[in-house]
């Protein structure tokens, strides 16, 4: 079973900087497909960036330029650079992982991988 645990959340003014991070076990996880997915309140939530086997990444496309997905497999970790960040980007943010899929250039991986974190929060005031 794979788990997954979010945190580096917290509140911050429009243009800052935050970075998230994500613990992994097991180690083999990192090997797969995975992404950090974001829901705010009233909204469906919706996937923000990946980065698989390889290290290719996906971005959606609000966030192209401002976000940057990453992995230090040897810490069995993965992160997420928020850099400019916006109002809008206030949501939950959870790390996922996929449990067969090396890739994350098929669209499916758009809407859910198979394992989840809780999230952590963040909090973008203007």
Avoid at 15 to 23: I, K, N, T, V
Wanted: aromatic content about 10%.
């Amino acid at each position: 079973q794979v788990q997954l645990v979010e945190s580096g959340g917290g509140s911050v003014q429009a243009g800052g900087s935050l970075r998230l991070s994500c613990a992994a076990s097991p180690h083999t996880s990192m090997r797969y497909c995975m992404g950090w997915f974001r829901q705010a309140p009233g909204k469906e939530r919706e996937g923000v960036a990946f980065i698989d086997g390889d290290d290719a990444t996906r971005y959606l496309d609000s966030v192209k330029g401002r976000f940057t997905v990453s992995k230090d497999s040897a810490k069995s970790t993965l992160y997420l650079q928020l850099n400019n960040l916006k109002p809008e980007d206030s949501a939950l943010y959870y790390c996922s992982a996929d449990a067969s899929s090396t890739s994350c250039s098929a669209d499916w991986v758009w809407g859910g991988l198979d394992y989840w974190g809780k999230g952590t929060l963040v909090t973008v005031s203007s």
